[in-house]
């Protein structure tokens, strides 16, 4: 394997990894917390998520980054 492909190997694994410790968080936030709150980077406000939006926000959320996963193993497959 040459320099080039190593290099985007370590990528690909690094951004894979980050991805699944995302979703590991998205997991401990189902299991362990009560309430879910959300803020937005720039902005000193934090909203509290109400109960009925919770498990959709998360599903969408869980969905985005299962599907990225999804296309860099399939990429990492690829080299």
């Given at each position: 394997m040459d320099t080039e492909k190593l290099n985007k190997?370590?990528?690909i694994t690094s951004a894979?990894?980050?991805?699944?410790a995302k979703l590991h968080v998205i997991e401990q936030f189902r299991t362990y917390y009560r309430e879910t709150y959300l803020r937005?980077?720039?902005?000193?406000t934090t909203?509290?998520?109400p109960d009925e939006l919770e498990e959709p926000i998360l599903a969408l959320?869980?969905?985005h980054y299962k599907s990225k996963l999804q296309e860099l193993e399939q990429e990492f497959k690829e080299l």
């Open positions: 190997a370590l990528q894979i990894e980050g991805l699944r937005q980077e720039g902005y000193p909203v509290l998520v959320i869980e969905d």
